[in-house]
């Protein structure tokens, strides 16, 4: 029970820092090393600025920023579903837990990584 109070505490002070600073103007929150590196947009570029502009009730320019975390978002909360009720609905997490579903979801994040950088 510690552990998911604590891990609320943190969720709710991360939202509330990314609520009142916008990652595009702040030196507060790190920069890509990747894009600053390479000049190309890894899967995960924009993913600050997109929780920012979804915590102002922004979607499409969040959506901008980074459609596939946009789009992930739903998916990230059916797994964390599936682990909290792992010994309840056993099945469920087999389903989510499938392999063939951990390689989708890599499959469609490095074509992500290509699409935005073509």
Same mark, same amino acid.
């Given at each position: &029970? /510690?552990?998911? *109070?604590? #891990?609320?505490?943190?969720?709710?002070?991360? @939202?509330?820092?990314?609520?009142?600073?916008?990652?595009?103007?702040?030196?507060? =929150?790190?920069?890509?090393? =990747?894009?600053?590196? %390479? #000049?190309?947009?890894?899967? +995960?570029? #924009?993913?600050?600025? @997109?929780?920012?502009?979804?915590?102002? +009730?922004? *979607?499409?320019?969040?959506? /901008? =920023?980074?459609?596939? &975390?946009?789009? @992930? *978002?739903?998916?990230?909360?059916? &797994?964390? *579903?599936?682990? $909290?009720?792992? %010994?309840?609905?056993?099945?469920?997490? @087999? %389903?989510?837990?499938?392999?063939?579903?951990?390689?989708?979801?890599?499959?469609?994040?490095?074509? $992500? $990584?290509?699409?935005?950088?073509?």
């Amino acid at each position: &029970m /510690r552990k998911i *109070i604590w #891990g609320a505490i943190l969720l709710l002070l991360a @939202a509330y820092i990314y609520y009142s600073y916008d990652p595009s103007h702040s030196e507060l =929150f790190p920069k890509c090393p =990747f894009f600053s590196l %390479t #000049g190309w947009k890894c899967p +995960g570029c #924009g993913s600050q600025r @997109a929780l920012h502009q979804l915590l102002h +009730g922004d *979607i499409v320019a969040a959506f /901008r =920023f980074n459609a596939l &975390m946009v789009c @992930a *978002i739903p998916a990230v909360l059916i &797994m964390l *579903i599936a682990e $909290w009720k792992r %010994t309840r609905w056993p099945h469920f997490y @087999a %389903t989510v837990n499938h392999p063939w579903v951990i390689r989708t979801v890599a499959v469609l994040a490095v074509v $992500w $990584w290509i699409a935005r950088n073509i």
